[in-house]
Nanobody, 121 residues
Framework: VQLQAFGGGLVQSGGSRGLSCAASGSIFSINFMAWFRQPPGKQRELVARINSAGRTNYADSVKGRFTISRDNAKKTVTLQMNNLKPDDTAVYYC????????????????WGQGTQVTVSS
């Protein structure tokens, strides 16, 4: 099982960017999916999360600007980021609790590789 994130890059302040993350491998079920970020010199922090029923939670700093969504059939999670600010500059990571096939319903936490988002002022 692995997660792979796509979509990072350089964007101007006020612009938009979409990140996608796809889960692959022998997967039985996916519980929550989420995006974290780690700004330069700072700790990793939760950006947004979504459970299997579509319920979402956001960090206060991104509420109203970012939208998380998922496609359960495609096993993907997307983060649409609008009105980006220089403070949004960070390495963004996707994570999910996944139950692999043959794990007897046990969920494990997986992380994708980070993708850099840089917002220029």
């Amino acid at each position: 099982v692995q997660l792979q994130a796509f979509g990072g890059g350089l964007v101007q302040s006020g612009g938009s960017r979409g990140l996608s993350c796809a889960a692959s491998g022998s997967i039985f079920s996916i519980n929550f999916m989420a995006w974290f970020r780690q700004p330069p010199g700072k700790q990793r922090e939760l950006v947004a999360r979504i459970n299997s029923a579509g319920r979402t939670n956001y960090a206060d700093s991104v509420k109203g600007r970012f939208t998380i969504s998922r496609d359960n059939a495609k096993k993907t999670v997307t983060l649409q980021m609008n009105n980006l600010k220089p403070d949004d500059t960070a390495v963004y990571y996707c994570t999910a609790d996944i139950s692999p096939l043959g794990s007897n319903g046990i969920f494990y936490n997986y992380w994708g590789q980070g993708t850099q988002v840089t917002v220029s002022s």
